[in-house]
């Protein structure tokens, strides 16, 4: 804008001789003034504008979630924002709302070390201790050296993470380190096993503990759990290690092993205080334990090989007096070894369903008619030969196959179900037998019976169990039983008398079919007690509407016996016929007997009367 004032002291001029407006130069004053002034107004609004983004950038670090400092060289706090503040407990340093004065060059921020430097620092706050994720940077502003740090509030993942390694390696009811630390640390133990002295393994599993939760409630038995774990604990030096690693069994690691009188010192007192009662809930509660010792590197050089060496040292003595010890050697090695096969060849044979059953008759002593079948499994091995039960099903209970061979008999007997009817007549019951550890399983239980209904034959079996089922303070009364009746399938209790037999229990149990163990009907006509016991049974079973069978009746003297001085009127042994395959029942409806001579000599042998 023109200046009037400048206009009317320096008015128009002609032009000079070399063509140039006289009053050129002082006439262009009024723009390069304007443009003066408007750099000027530009300036003063930039800096305004400079200030308004600065005071807008300081607003924003100090309410960053992440706290911001910056400390000088020396150490000494220059600035944090409040999240910072609130970490430390300290007022936070003003941010700055003005710019800096230019210092040169070194103006702009340059980093001096291009490196982040990452810890994890823990602080107390007013919440309690808190867990601080830092970031740090060396950095240079206006040529000043300082470190600017950016934190995080890492305290709930932290814990989070806590949490979750504590669930994957530390066992809930004991606190004690799981099956996977152990193992961990005994695998670090052997990758520095060259500058590692010996060590030991002690597998220890608690004595008769199912019995303890069966009469106890498995409340108590967990209680009783801790308890023994803090016995063993305050028992062992700093350095060993002990572990939960399932149920009742703990594991041991006994490290460093200077000596074999140390370890064998240990467990004479671990016996000891063991075998001490517990008290529990006003209970006194008396137990032991049986351990297993193997020892680095003399019964393995891996975990597997030393855990399995001190599980079979263990099972050793649980196979005679509990509450002792033993120490792995080479006769327990070849037994181990024996072992390995029969659960590969047991595997196997689940995996090619390599099971069948063999049929025994239920026969009414008095008629000498047919009523039902038993199916009891067997396995046949490679070679084609006939493995017994008692060969294989605890071993198949333990590891846990016990289940695909229940659903595999099932499958069997469901189409065997033509022959059964035309061999022993429609009529006939088919049982078959559920461990009482699946008889407790509500999911097994659950499928299983889902399988019993979907065969349209539910309401013809009958379901074995064993009393321990029964009388443990299990579900199968409350929640198994109903399935059962809902579908129509009965239930038998087996081997009666062998378990925890009492009139109490007898008193509570809801079965439909009572079979009395072979044990009380061998030579029952020389017995006295036996058949006081017998007549005793059968009394409390009639007004509680449960059939009698007589388990393993092999003789006549047997049967004689049972006709004339007992009311039973069922039973089954090898005096009627022993156990009939399924080729056998082939060769029956064929009325074929060459290729079933067992069948033919059992037939030949006993009065066994089979109705069409």
Known sequence: MANPEMSDQMPDSPADDDGRTAAASPAALPSETAQLQ?????SKDSEREARRALGVLASIIKHLPVGVTVQAEDGKPLFANDMAAGFSGEAPEPAPTGAEPDRGEGASVQASVPIVTMTEDRVAGEGGERTLLKYCRPARIHDRAVLVTAAIDHTERKQAEVELSRRAYFDDLTGLPNRTLIQEHVEQLLTSADSSPRFALAFLDIDNFKHINDYYTHAIGDALLVKVAQRIATNVRPSDILSRISGDEFLLVVHPLARD????????SLLAQLKEPFLIEGFEIF??????????PDHGRNYEMLR?????????IKEGAKGGAALFDSDMGRAMTARMKQEQRLRLAVRDGRFCCAFQPKVDIRSEEVVGVEALIRLRDEDGEIQAPGDFIGLATELGLIDDMAHLALDQIVRSMDLIDEAFGPHVTVSINIAAKQACNIQFMRDFCDELKSTSYAGRFIVEVTEDAFVAKSLFQSQVLPMLREIGTRVSIDDFGTGYSSLAALADITADELKIDRSFITDIHKRSRSQSILKAIEALSEPLGMTVIAEGVETAEEVAFLQAATRIRYAQGYYYSRPIFMEDLTA????GSGNSRSHATQRDQSPLRVRR
């Open 308 to 316: 399995r060496a001190a599980d079979t040292a263990m099972y050793r």
């Open 588 to 591: 029956t409806r064929h009325g």
């Open 38 to 42: 408007r750099l000027l107004a530009e």
């Open 287 to 296: 137990t032991s334990a049986s351990i297993g010792l193997s020892v680095y």
């Open 261 to 268: 009188e140390d370890l064998a010192d240990l467990i004479d």
